[in-house]
């Protein structure tokens, strides 16, 4: 088959032949349809999260399955699919046998511990994948099972009540998602952003405010949960300055800078959340939205033969807002 390579740690990323997988036991191979570029590729490519290079990365697959391995009984060939990053536990750990699988710390991850998606064919546990809705294309699904997944789960994490305002500081892959998925649940939204050009169409995404900081997203009322979706933790904490009596920072950027709690924070009893992808439900959910067609992702789509294209636009910080490999 063919996939995308990386040979090694800052690698350019190579399409060439790779070996077709073959179904494991409690295993399936997935013909890829759709595939979405994440900045994490970005930080795998660096070496931020180490992988065994050569490596395909790619943790946004969507496709149909094309084989079964021994032991699958709940999956067959032809069904539509889906994969988010922790596919698999240790099943020995404390979290595991608390049925949080995705906080083991011998997790096995999409594109990390296995191949990922930028190929033309992918292994995944069967108990991994998503079926995903009839309504929804394989290139609108394919971000969710990353971007849609963790903003969703994070808005969850930090449970906004009635009435409460959510406020999106990066409005990029993630941000641009979240926007659509704190406005389809109902709450007033506010993008926090220093890119005012895009203010017309993060307007459109159902942004009701926009603003360029914290200090004026608190001269605007101020906000209840703050999405932090950028991978810049001092953008998060910037904005974190518009931050409401009681409030919720949730990050979910990844970032190694540091991320500084203050004493205002502290009288005002305001939580900083850690989050990533939170379980099953919540990719359930986010897909929903999506077929429903209450969130629709922005992409740009790419050939399989242009993921290096795919992936300079994607380290530059200059897609609008998702790039997809499309296999069609
Ligand atoms: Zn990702
Ligand atoms: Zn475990």
Redesign the pocket.
Known sequence: MRAAVVPSVNGKWEVKEWQTPKAGPNQVVIKIHASGL?Y?DVHITHGMIPVQFPHVLG??PVGEIVEVGPGVTTRKVGDRVGVG?VQRGCGRCEWCLRGKKELCQNAISTGIGLQGSHAEYMLAYADATMLIPDALSYEQAAPIF??GYTVWSGLRLADPKPHERVAVVGIGGLGHLALQYAKAAGFETIAVTKSKDKEKMIRELGADEVVESGAALLAAGGADVLLGTSNSWASTEEAAQGIRPDGRVVVMGASNEPFRFNMGMMLSRVRILGSSQNGPEYLYEALDFVAKKKVKVVTETYKLEDIGKAYDRVADGKVRFRAVITMD
Do not use: F, R, S
Request: hydrophobic residues 30%; glycine residues 0%; aromatic residues 14%.
């Open positions: 994440c994490t943790h946004e990053w990353c971007a």
